[in-house]
């Protein structure tokens, strides 16, 4: 069994920081990629930043200079600093991780549950 939990959502103003957390833990071997996205009200779930295991990122372009992704491999927890918060970036912001359980298991995907980020003065 593997557990995607993500904190460190909140109420924020225009112009803010926040820096979100997905912490992984159960049974794993190894982690590989992992993905932040995000689903804003009425909207539907977008890829916001992707993150290798050799930590090559990506960013979809409306949050590009703004966010930064990291991982921590040691603590099987990935990150994601968010700055100049605007009201669009409101929504409830998931991981994704492909996770290898055991030495000769398979990547599988697993999702963590979600923690809103509200951007708003």
């Known amino acids: 069994q593997v557990r995607l939990v993500e904190s460190g959502g909140g109420l924020v103003q225009p112009g803010g920081s926040l820096t979100l957390s997905c912490a992984a833990s159960g049974s794993i071997f190894s982690i590989g990629i992992v993905r932040w996205y995000r689903q804003g009200p009425g909207e539907e779930r977008e890829l916001v930043a992707i993150?290798?295991?050799?930590?090559?990122?990506n960013y979809t372009a409306s949050v590009r200079g703004r966010f930064i992704i990291s991982r921590d491999n040691a603590k099987n927890t990935v990150y994601l600093q968010m700055r100049s918060l605007k009201p669009e970036d409101t929504a409830v912001y998931y991981c994704s991780a492909d996770v290898k359980r055991g030495k000769f298991d398979n990547y599988g995907t697993d999702w963590g549950q979600g923690t809103q980020v509200t951007v708003s003065s």
């Open positions: 993150i290798t295991p050799g930590v090559s990122a």
